[in-house]
């Protein structure tokens, strides 16, 4: 969901240039790419508040979070993520 918010405010501020509204990419691309989008969970929001200070990014943290509470691997170059302890691919 942070992803998705993200993408969101990205292309409408005009620093994400889609070819068409985020609601019909992101669509798109979870289904061609058989993404699951993750809900919010209570327990991610405690651990973000866990985190180690290196990035103050509330969308960073709720990123990191998930991908700490679910034992996923995180697609991105973002050198924050690394000091949070997320594996990372890129």
């Not at 292309?11 to 019909?24: C, H, M, R």
């Not at 996923?72 to 997320?86: A, E, I, K, N, Y």
């Amino acid at each position: 969901m942070a992803s998705l918010w993200e993408i969101t405010i990205k292309q409408g501020s005009g620093k994400l240039p889609l070819p068409e509204s985020p609601e019909s990419w992101i669509e798109t691309q979870t289904r061609l790419q058989d993404i699951e989008i993750l809900t919010l969970d209570r327990h991610v929001i405690y651990q973000s508040g866990l985190l180690p200070s290196v990035h103050r990014d509330p969308f960073d943290r709720w990123i990191a979070a998930e991908t700490l509470f679910h034992g996923m691997t995180l697609v991105s170059p973002d050198w924050p993520f690394r000091d949070f302890g997320c594996a990372t691919i890129w």
